[in-house]
Structure formats: C-alpha cells, structure tokens
C-alpha cells in the first residue's frame, strides 16, 4: 500500500511492490502488471507501469506484440538489444534510453545481448493521448544525456531539447544527484507529479527515499537534496483524460 506522509507526498516504498521471479527475469511492480493485481495501484494518471527489471545474461523477451502504450526502456546496468517488426534493431547502455510508440501495434524483441553480465533496466509504459498512432521507435545514447546534478528532458509531447517526442502531454527526466547537489522543480498548476528511484538514496522535500521507492506529488515545488549515489526518472503528468 502507498504510505502517506505528513506532508503532501503520498510514498509507494520498494518492499510493498509485487515481486515476479521467472529465473531468467526478476521484476518488480509498481503497478498491477500481468500476474500482478492491486487495485490500488492501477495507474498513476497516465503512468501504467513501471517495472524494475533484471534480465540475466542470454536472457530476455521473446517477440511479442503491443497496441496504443508509449513505452520505453531506462537502462541502469549493462546493455539491452532491441528488435522490432518496423525493421529497427539497437543495443542500448547503461544511462541510455530506448522507446516505442506502439500506436496501432507492432511486434518486438528484447533480450541481454551479454553472455556474462545481466542487464537492469526501468520500463515504463504511459496511456497514449491518441489511440491507434504510427508506430515509431527512437533511442537517446547516455553520452547525450546531460544528468549530473540536473535533470535532463528524456520525453516530452514537442520533443523539446533533444527529447523523445511522446504521444502524450508528460515530461519525462533523468538525473543523478550526489553530495551537495541541489535540484528545484516547479509544476505548472494542476499537473502532477511522480518521482521513482532507480539507484541509491535522496531527500525530496524533507523525506527520504531509497532505491526502488517511488513518491507522488500533486504537483507544486519540489526540492532534492542529500543524495547519495541517486539515479531517478521524475515525471511531470497532467491529468489523464477520461
């Protein structure tokens, strides 16, 4: 269950997601997801899933196809290849970005490409803005991604300063925060917002969250600090339409 604090922050700790354990797969759910079903944590407005994925070496996604989800892939550890029925194949690294806009629906693959090493990895599926879409697939490379201290735009709805175009109205970052580093973020009234944490630990307004726990806002300013080793996706969501 999400643990509510005295402040205006609702905490979705990493011990309470559902845990899927396939051998070669080890996930874990911050949203209901396939064999996973909480009624509580369907969505986030329009976040579907986030799921913290680690595949082992050789390992990986059979094709499979999807239909109207945006989603992509934030790699943490290792390399992740990608293979689709639009004729795109990529290995991404670790800090890199792979996405898919499934629209009217296509076909992929995804699996380690190592043979020694796992790969970890975030996968986020967004509710799209508009069904049935031109399926089209992008990739950032981690060497563009401007993160350090900052938050760097991985999607946006205009593709904004270098981003991924998104087929919704959400604003995806990346960043790392360490030491004295300090990041403020202000959300336009009315949206809200979702911060999950990928590695290591930092105070968002006071509260502390570690690896795995994600934190929802409803909107307002934010202030992060203390971090130590932290490596997070914070998104900037306006309320999904009915």
Do not use: C
């Not at 790392?176 to 300090?182: A, F, K, P, R």
Request: hydrophobic share 40%.
């Amino acid at each position: 269950m999400l643990t509510a604090t005295n402040k205006p922050i609702t905490i979705r700790r990493a011990a309470n997601r559902g845990i899927a354990d396939h051998g070669w797969l080890k996930s874990a759910h911050s949203f209901s997801f396939a064999g996973y079903n909480d009624p509580d944590n369907v969505h986030y407005e329009s976040l579907r899933v986030i799921n913290d994925d680690r595949v082992a070496a050789d390992g990986g996604f059979p094709t499979h196809p999807h239909k109207n989800f945006e989603i992509f892939s934030y790699v943490l550890e290792g390399a992740l290849e990608h293979k689709d029925t639009l004729g795109n194949g990529s290995v991404v690294h670790a800090g890199g970005v792979q996405y898919m806009s499934t629209g009217s629906g296509v076909s992929h693959s995804e699996f380690n490409p190592s043979a020694d090493d796992a790969v970890h990895f975030l996968q986020v599926w967004l509710i799209p803005d508009t069904q049935n879409v031109t399926p089209r697939y992008e990739a950032l490379d981690a060497a563009d991604l401007d993160k350090r201290g900052k938050l760097a735009l991985i999607l946006s709805p205009d593709g904004a300063d270098g981003s991924i175009r998104v087929q919704q109205d959400a604003l995806v970052y990346a960043a790392n925060l360490d030491g004295d580093e300090q990041i403020e973020y202000a959300a336009q009234t009315g949206r809200k917002l979702w911060l999950q944490m990928a590695a290591g630990s930092l105070t968002l307004n006071g509260e502390v969250l570690h690896e795995g726990d994600g934190a929802a806002l409803d909107g307002g300013s934010i202030s992060l600090e203390a971090g130590q080793n932290a490596n997070f996706l914070l998104f900037d969501l306006a309320p999904l339409q009915p």
